[in-house]
C-alpha cells in the first residue's frame, strides 16, 4: 500500500511518459482515461489488488505488455544470480569462519577477520565497478555487462553472470563469515565440547563432530536474511551489469512512473522474501530435534 501510494503522488505519470512534455493537455487527460490513472488512488490500488487475487497482475502502462510473463522472463535472470551469489558466498565464509574459529587469535583467525571486515567495507556496487574497470576492460578476462540469454547459450550466460556473482557475493560473504567464526567459537565453549575433549578427542575433531551442527542453527539464520538481501542487493547489480533482471526493470519502471509494474515486481520481491524465511523456519526442525518435541 505504502509503495503504491508514494509512486501515486509523485510529480509525472505514464501518459506523460508516453505522450512526451508537447503533447497537449487534452489528450494527456484523454490517455489518463484510458489508461485508468485519473482514477482515486484507494480505487486504483483496490482494482489491483483485485487482479492479484485472480492471476492477473495487470497490464504495463508504457509498453501495454502483460506483467506476469515480463516478471517471470526477468526472474530467469534475477534468481540464478542472487543464489549463486548466496552460494558462492557460503562456499567462502563457512571454512574461513571455521578455520578463524579454529584458529582463534592466532595469525590465521587474524588474518580472516581483517579480510572480513575490508569486505564489509566494500559496497557492492563499487566492488561491481572495479572488476568492471579490471577484469573486464583492463585485462579483458571475463565479460562485464549484458546477458546473452538461456536459450542461446547457458555456458556464455553463466560466463556473464560471474562478475555480478562475485560483486553481489562479496559484502555478504565477509558479513557471514564473522557470523560463522562467532557462531563456532560460542559452541567451543559448551561443555559438551568440553567432555568430547576430556574422552580424547582433539579439539579438532571434537568441532567437526559435535558443534558444527549445533553453530549451524544461527548460521541458518544469517542465512536466511542474506538470501534476502541478496535479493534487494541485485536492484544495483543488475544496473551496474546491464543485466535484464528484476531489478534493473523495477528501476526502469520507477524512471517511467509505470505504476503497475513497480507494485508488482514489488509484490514478487516481497513474496520471495517471506518463503525464504518460511524455509529458513523449516529446515530449524530438521537441524534442531529439540525443536520437533516442543
Known amino acids: 500500500m505504502l509503495v503504491f501510494w508514494v509512486l501515486a503522488v509523485l510529480p509525472g505519470d505514464p501518459a506523460t ?55 517471470t522472463d526477468r526472474m530467469k535472470v534475477t534468481v540464478p544470480l542472487a543464489l549463486t551469489g548466496m552460494l558462492l558466498a557460503t562456499a567462502v565464509a563457512i571454512p574461513a569462519g571455521v578455520y578463524a574459529a579454529s584458529h582463534h587469535r592466532r595469525q590465521g583467525d587474524t588474518a580472516v577477520s581483517i579480510l572480513s571486515q575490508l569486505g564489509i567495507s566494500i559496497p557492492a556496487f563499487w566492488a561491481g565497478l572495479l572488476l568492471t574497470t579490471y577484469v573486464a576492460v583492463k585485462w579483458d578476462l571475463l565479460p562485464a555487462n549484458g546477458f546473452p540469454g538461456w536459450g542461446k547459450s547457458v555456458s556464455d550466460s553463466l560466463v556473464h553472470l560471474i562478475l555480478p556473482t562475485i560483486s553481489l557475493a562479496l559484502v555478504q560473504g565477509a558479513i557471514l563469515t564473522r557470523y560463522v567464526r562467532s557462531a563456532v567459537l560460542q559452541v567451543m565453549r559448551e561443555d559438551y565440547i568440553r567432555t568430547a575433549r576430556a574422552k580424547g578427542l582433539t579439539r579438532q575433531a571434537a568441532l567437526w563432530r559435535h558443534g558444527l551442527r549445533n553453530a549451524a542453527i544461527p548460521v541458518i539464520t544469517i542465512l536466511g536474511l542474506q538470501l534476502a ?25 520507477i524512471e517511467r512512473r509505470d505504476l503497475l509494474l513497480v507494485q508488482s515486481t514489488t509484490l514478487v520481491i516481497t513474496a520471495a522474501i517471506l518463503t525464504v524465511n518460511l524455509l529458513v523456519d523449516l529446515v530449524y526442525n530438521i537441524i534442531d530435534p529439540r525443536l520437533r518435541a516442543r
Not at 493537455?25 to 480505487?43: A, F, K, M, Q, Y
Not at 483485485?50 to 506476469?68: K, W
Not at 536492484?235 to 533482471?245: D, H, M, S, T, Y
Open 17 to 71: 511518459r508516453i505522450l512526451g512534455t508537447q503533447a497537449t493537455p487534452e489528450n494527456v487527460t484523454r490517455l489518463r482515461h484510458d489508461l485508468g490513472i485519473d482514477r482515486s488512488i484507494p480505487v486504483q490500488y483496490m482494482d489491483w489488488v483485485g487482479g492479484v487475487v485472480t492471476g492477473d497482475l495487470g497490464t504495463s502502462y508504457i509498453t501495454q505488455e502483460e506483467i506476469r510473463p515480463l516478471i
Open 229 to 253: 538481501a541478496l535479493l534487494a542487493g541485485t536492484v544495483v547489480i543488475e544496473n551496474v551489469f546491464v543485466l535484464p533482471g528484476l531489478g534493473r526493470m523495477l528501476v526502469q519502471a
